[in-house]
C-alpha cells in the first residue's frame, strides 16, 4: 500500500480513481471502462473513442520491476486490441517524473505505449505549467514597487503580516492558508482596508501553492484572478476565459475545464473592485444593487467543485455587513472569515527597512503600501529629519504633503509648492467621485486638474511632473489610469480644497469640484482640516455661514466636511437645518458635551459606528430618519433610542463598550487595573478616533479618578496611545496596532503578563 505524507494522494487507490476521472474529462466523447478484468487481469481504465482505443494504467511506484511489469501487461493488450483491426495505445502514468530507471524499462515498448507523469497526463486537459509561467509575468492584484510604477515588485519584498480568524483571533500565516487549502480544500474570506496587503498576501499563497504543485506535493494548481480586471462579467466562464485571454493562453476553454473539474485553487483578488458602482436612493436598494453586480463572483464560488479550495479578498467595509457581504458572494457556512489585523510596529518596522527606511513616524497608519510607498521614496526619512520631534497627525500630514509638493515644484521652473499641492487638493477632491474615492484619472483629466489649479497648459517638463507625481499609483498598467496611493493619503489632501471652501463659499468653480462627491472627510482629513484651520485662524461663525450656504447649493458631502470640522472643534450650529441624505460615513461620538447638531437631519444615510454618551441629551443630536446604522454602542437595547432623534433607522448590532465598563467597575480587580480596563476600552472599543480626556473620568468614582493622569501616561508611555491637542482639547488616540495585546488585557486582566497591566499592578 502506497504512503507519502507529501502526497496529494491518500494511498494508490486514490490516485488511480484520480486518473480514471481524469481520463474521463479529457475525453468526454469516450467511453471509460473503470478497472476492467481483460484475459483475467485487472487494468485501471479502458477509454474508448470512436478511432481510437486507449489503455490506461497508473501507479505511484518508482520501482523499476513494478513499471516494467505494467509495460510488459499493457503492451500485449495493446497489440492483442490491434490484432483485431482497432487503433489502440497504452498510456502508463506515474505519480512523480519518471526515473531514468523507469524510462528504461518501457523503451522496449514505445511502439505499443507512452510513459507520463500525473502532471503531463493532467496537461491533455490544460496545461498547469503554461498558465503558471504566464501568470508570473503579470501584476498580482494592486502590487506596484512604489520606486517604479511600471516594474513589477520582487517576492523578496514581502514581509509577512498577521491574518486573524474572526472568531477565535487566532493569527495565521500566508503559508498557514496555503496549507489550509491543500490539506482541507479550504474556503475563506480574507478582508481588510486598502493598501493594509492583501494582494501581497494572496500573491505569497499563490507561489506557495505553485511550489507545492510543481513538487507534485499538491495536486491542483492556483489560479490567481484581479477581479478589477473583469468588471461586469455577467457568467464565471466569462471571468476564467477572459483571464486566460489576457494571459495569452492558446485555448481559453480549457482553464474552465481545469476549473470545472476540480483541478485548481482559486485566489479570487477584489471582490469590491469587481464592480464600478455609485450609490444608491437607499440602504436596501445599494445593498441590492451591489448583490446584482456580484454575480459573476456568486456563481463562481458556488459553482466551484467542494474540491478546489477558494481564498476571496476585498475590503472590509464594501458591505454594510458580514451577513450581507456573505449573501451577496454566496458564502455558505464553511467559509472562514479572516481579517488583516494592523501591524505591530516591529512589522511595520520590517516593512519600512525592506524598501530602505529606518524609522516610522506616530502620524503615520499601519498599512503596507503606505509605509512602503513613504520609505522607497525617501519621504519618511525627510519627515523626521525636518521635523524629529512628534507631531500630531494633522500636522504630520500637512507636513508631509508640503514637501511633496516642494519636491516637485522644484523640477519645474514655473511652478512653486503651493500650486502642486493645489493641484494635488484639487484632484483628491474631485477623486470623491469614485467608488473607492482614490480616483480613476486619464491624462486628459489630469491635464486639464493641471490648468485648473496651475494656471497654464502642462508643457513638456510639466507633463513629466504629471506622469510621476508621487502620491498616484497607476489603476491598472494596460489602461494608462491612475488614482491615489492610499486613502488615508487623498483623505488629508482633501482638507485643502474644504478650507478653501471655508474662505469662500461662493466660488462656484471650487463648488464645481465636488459635484457628485460620494465621500465625506474622515480621520486624517478631519484632523489636516482642524490644523490647517487654525493655522489660518479660521473664526467658527465662518465654518458655520459656509455649511449652510454650500448646503443650499445642494453640496450635501461638503455641508458634512464643515460639519464634521465643527464637530471636533465643539461648535453648535445654529442656522438654517440642514439634509445630509445618501451618504456613507465613518463613526459619529456624542457625549454630554458634544455640540448642538439638533438642526442637522441624516435621511437615509449609513453610519458605521455610533456612540450615544449615557447623558446626552437627545434635543442635541441630529435627526436620522430611514438610517442604516452598522454599530451601536452606549445603548443597551434598541428601544432605549430617543424617538424624536431616530426614526425608522436600521441598526444591524450592538456594541456593549458601556456594559464592559459597568462589569469591569464590578469585579473585584485593583483599583488600578479596574481604571486601565476602563481607560482601554474607551479608547479602543468605543465609536469614533480618539477621546477627550475628561470622557476617560466619566463613570469613575474619586479616587479612581484620581489614578486616570498616571495610568494614562503609562498608556502612552508603552505605545498604547498618543496624546494630541485639537483647539483647546486634550484627545487621546488610541494606536489600533496595539488592538491584540487590548484584547488579551481585556479577556484575561488577572492573568495577563502584558508589561501595560504589570506596570499598573504596581501602582
Known amino acids: 500500500m502506497y504512503s507519502d505524507p507529501n502526497s496529494p494522494f491518500f494511498d494508490d487507490y486514490h490516485f488511480e480513481a484520480e486518473v480514471r476521472r481524469l481520463a474521463g474529462l479529457i475525453w468526454p466523447e469516450g ?5 476492467p478484468v481483460v484475459d483475467g487481469r485487472e487494468r485501471d481504465a479502458i477509454v474508448q473513442t470512436p478511432d481510437l482505443v486507449t489503455v490506461i494504467e497508473a501507479t505511484t511506484s518508482r520501482k523499476q520491476d513494478k513499471i516494467a511489469g505494467d509495460a510488459k501487461k499493457t503492451n500485449e493488450l495493446v497489440r492483442k486490441i490491434r490484432g483485431q483491426g482497432f487503433a489502440c495505445r497504452g498510456i502508463l502514468v506515474t505519480l512523480k517524473e519518471p526515473t531514468p530507471e523507469q524510462e528504461l524499462a518501457v523503451k522496449t515498448y514505445r511502439g505499443s505505449l507512452i510513459l507520463e507523469s500525473f502532471s503531463q497526463f493532467l496537461g491533455r486537459l490544460f496545461d498547469a505549467s503554461e498558465y503558471l509561467r504566464a501568470r508570473i509575468t503579470k501584476p498580482f492584484g494592486s502590487i506596484q514597487d512604489p520606486k517604479n ?15 486573524a480568524d474572526a472568531e477565535s483571533d487566532c493569527v495565521l500565516s500566508a503559508a498557514d492558508l496555503g496549507a489550509a487549502l491543500v490539506s482541507k480544500s479550504s474556503r475563506l474570506v480574507v478582508l481588510g482596508d486598502f493598501g493594509c496587503g492583501k494582494s501581497m498576501s494572496l500573491r505569497e499563497i499563490f507561489y506557495w501553492l505553485r511550489d507545492e504543485f510543481i513538487s507534485k506535493r499538491h495536486s491542483r494548481f492556483p489560479i490567481y484572478v484581479n477581479l478589477r480586471d473583469h468588471a461586469g462579467g455577467k457568467y464565471p466562464d466569462e471571468i476564467l476565459e477572459r483571464h486566460a485571454r489576457d494571459l495569452g493562453l492558446k485555448d481559453f476553454s480549457q482553464l474552465v475545464k481545469a476549473w470545472r473539474a476540480g483541478f485548481v485553487d482559486l485566489l479570487l483578488d477584489g471582490f469590491d473592485e469587481f464592480a464600478a458602482m455609485g450609490w444608491s436612493s437607499a440602504p436596501l436598494k445599494l445593498r441590492q444593487l451591489r ?7 456568486r456563481r463562481l464560488i458556488t ?9 476571496l479578498a476585498g475590503r472590509l467595509h464594501y458591505s454594510d455587513s458580514i451577513r450581507e457581504m456573505q449573501d451577496a458572494l454566496g458564502l455558505g457556512g464553511g467559509f472562514q472569515i479572516l481579517r488583516i489585523e494592523p501591524l505591530s510596529e516591529e512589522v511595520a518596522l520590517k516593512i519600512v527597512e525592506r524598501y530602505g527606511g529606518s524609522s516610522v513616524p506616530d502620524w503615520v497608519p499601519s498599512r503596507a503600501l503606505l509605509l512602503s510607498y513613504l520609505a522607497a521614496t525617501d519621504f519618511l526619512r525627510e519627515v523626521s529629519a525636518a521635523f524629529p520631534a512628534a ?5 504630520g500630514w500637512d ?12 523640477q519645474h521652473a514655473a511652478l512653486d509648492k503651493g500650486s502642486v499641492l493645489m493641484f494635488i487638493e484639487r484632484l483628491a477632491t474631485i477623486a470623491r467621485r469614485s467608488s473607492d474615492a482614490l480616483g480613476s484619472f486619464s491624462e486628459e483629466d489630469l491635464s486639464s486638474v493641471f490648468q485648473a489649479t496651475c494656471g497654464f497648459a502642462p508643457d513638456d517638463a510639466a507633463r513629466v511632473l504629471i506622469s510621476r507625481l508621487p502620491t498616484l499609483a497607476t489603476l491598472a498598467p494596460e489602461s494608462g489610469r491612475r488614482r491615489f496611493i492610499d486613502p488615508d493619503l487623498a483623505d ?8 478653501r471652501l471655508i474662505d469662500s463659499p461662493f466660488d462656484g468653480e471650487l463648488q464645481e469640484a465636488f459635484k457628485d462627491a460620494q465621500r465625506a472627510i474622515s480621520g486624517n482629513g478631519v484632523e489636516r482640516l482642524s490644523y490647517i484651520a487654525e493655522q489660518h485662524h479660521i473664526q467658527p461663525a465662518k465654518i458655520e455661514v459656509a455649511a449652510e450656504h454650500i448646503s443650499r447649493k445642494g453640496s450635501h458631502v461638503a455641508a458634512l466636511d464643515l460639519l464634521q470640522l465643527m464637530m471636533e472643534w465643539g461648535v453648535d450650529y445654529s442656522r438654517a437645518p440642514i439634509a445630509i441624505s445618501d451618504f456613507r460615513f465613518e463613526g459619529m461620538t456624542f457625549e454630554e458635551d458634544s455640540p448642538d447638531f439638533s438642526r442637522i437631519n441624516f435621511n437615509e444615510c449609513i453610519v458605521d459606528s455610533l456612540f450615544l454618551g449615557p447623558k446626552i441629551s437627545a434635543a442635541r443630536l441630529p435627526r436620522f430618519k430611514k438610517c442604516l446604522i452598522g454599530s451601536l454602542d452606549g445603548i443597551v437595547a434598541r428601544g432605549d433610542l430617543p424617538n424624536e432623534a431616530f426614526v425608522d433607522c436600521e441598526i444591524m448590532e450592538l456594541s456593549n463598550s458601556t456594559a464592559r465598563n459597568a462589569d469591569i467597575l464590578a469585579t473585584d480587580l485593583p483599583v488600578a487595573a479596574k481604571v486601565l480596563l476602563t481607560v482601554l476600552n474607551k479608547l479602543f472599543y468605543q465609536a469614533g478616533r480618539g477621546r477627550k480626556e475628561n470622557a476617560l473620568y466619566r463613570g469613575l468614582e474619586p479616587r479612581a479618578r484620581g489614578l486616570v493622569p498616571q495610568i494614562l501616561g503609562v498608556v502612552e508611555a508603552l505605545g498604547f496611545a498618543e496624546r494630541g491637542r485639537v483647539r483647546n482639547q486634550t484627545i487621546s488616540f488610541p494606536k489600533r496596532e496595539r488592538m491584540r495585546r487590548v484584547n488579551e488585557i481585556i479577556s484575561g486582566p488577572g492573568t495577563s503578563a502584558d508589561p501595560l497591566i504589570q506596570r499598573v499592578r504596581n501602582l
Open 149 to 163: 510604477l511600471h516594474l513589477d515588485l520582487g517576492r523578496q519584498f514581502y514581509v509577512p503580516i498577521p491574518i
Open 303 to 311: 459553482e466551484s467543485p467542494k474540491t478546489v479550495g477558494i481564498v
Open 391 to 395: 507631531v500630531s497627525r494633522g500636522h
Open 399 to 410: 507636513l508631509l504633503l508640503q514637501m511633496i509638493s516642494r519636491r516637485e515644484a522644484s
Open 291 to 297: 448583490r446584482t453586480m456580484l454575480e459573476a463572483v
Open 492 to 499: 488629508a489632501a482633501r482638507a485643502g480644497d474644504v478650507l
Open 31 to 35: 467511453r471509460v471502462d473503470r478497472s
